[in-house]
């Protein structure tokens, strides 16, 4: 049976010749071209127009099989026109991006990824998956692999996930890797958040800490002077009143850190990590014990000093990172002179 010649609106205004060669799709059809269009825009069906005939007079064929005749005729429209319609993605996406990476054709293979991204769901991600590897798509790829991770128990039930586990273990070793893999990504960066969270807590305890000692707050103040009874609670009073509550507690507690008081000692150890923050080198520091825990830490190499000085090096950069991250006019406030300190240049961000 002779091949059906379909019509073809090549949806270009440029005045064409009669049609010099064929495209021979599925079903018995065939679709007239212009070998000079096709070969400026696809170098692989460049080499097939300038492959030698056996004879002169026979018609330069081209054949493409295995996508429906629509999809090449899709094709073959934005070979001449650099367009492709909504419609036609959504029927044919899949196969135009094979087409257009089998015959090199870039800009119709970007615009196939963007139009199979924008159309990714559960039921079809394993088919796109797959072709995207194929097709050398890495971009589609990790979108696949991201709504894979997101939507894995409603993906398991497709289809498609069934046979890929029957005839492509590979490939489903691959996805159960990545998805363990953005699970231990996720727990990772939970726990980083957590442990910035401690620093920025010690952080302002630090700051508390020194406010409280050389200003005062509501009910605990300067060893020389007196707390004004109508002072008004500082900007971060919700930390500044626990500090308050521990600090009364250690100077009147009877127990002490050697009798086992636990709040005693979380006090004590913050008395200790200002020590190691603290940049004041003479004795105008009002912080209890900065001075004496300084003197101990050059007299004495303690086994822990190296976890201390790390505590504090990190302690100072969550300040400085939480700082950075306020608005230019509040991070002005909050910072005020202290830029200039030599010590908050000389830190060390971990």
């Known amino acids: 049976m002779a091949p059906k010649t379909v019509s073809t609106n090549y949806q270009t205004t440029r005045v064409l010749p009669e049609p010099d060669v064929f495209i021979h799709c599925s079903q018995g059809t065939r679709i007239p071209a212009h070998a000079a269009v096709l070969a400026s825009v696809s170098p692989v069906l460049e080499n097939f127009i300038d492959r030698p005939r056996k004879h002169r007079s026979s018609e330069k064929i081209i054949q493409i099989q295995g996508v429906p005749c629509d999809a090449v005729i899709a094709f073959v429209g934005f070979l001449y026109s650099s367009r492709c319609t909504e419609e036609a993605m959504d029927k044919y996406g899949m196969h135009l991006l094979a087409l257009s990476h089998v015959y090199l054709v870039p800009q119709l293979k970007q615009r196939c990824i963007k139009g199979l991204t924008q159309r990714l769901t559960t039921e079809n991600v394993v088919d796109v998956l797959q072709l995207a590897r194929l097709c050398d798509a890495p971009d589609l790829h990790l979108r696949c692999m991201k709504l894979l991770t997101y939507n894995f128990k ?98 009147t507690c009877e127990k002490k850190m050697g009798g086992g008081c636990v709040r005693c000692k979380r006090m004590w150890q913050l008395f200790r990590l200002h020590s190691y923050v603290c940049h004041q080198t003479d004795l105008s520091c009002k912080v209890p014990f900065c001075r004496q825990f300084q003197l101990k830490m050059q007299q004495e190499k303690r086994k822990d000093d190296a976890k201390w000085k790390l505590l504090a090096r990190k302690v100072t950069s969550a300040k400085v990172l939480s700082s950075l991250s306020l608005p230019k006019r509040k991070r002005d406030e909050e910072i005020g002179g202290t830029i200039n300190n030599p010590g908050i240049r000389s830190f060390k961000l971990l």
């Open 154 to 251: 409603a993906v398991e039930a497709t289809e498609g996930w069934k046979f890929l586990v029957k005839h492509d273990p590979w490939l489903e070793l691959d996805i159960l890797s990545f998805i363990d893999e953005h699970e231990t990504r996720k727990k990772k960066s939970r726990r980083y958040r957590m442990e910035q969270g401690l620093y920025g807590e010690l952080s302002e305890a630090m700051e508390c800490l020194e406010h409280i000692c050389a200003e005062g707050c509501t009910h605990v103040g300067p060893y020389d002077a007196e707390v004004k009874k109508e002072r008004r609670p500082c900007g971060k009073f919700s930390t500044c009143e626990g500090l308050q509550v521990l600090i009364r507690h250690f100077a």
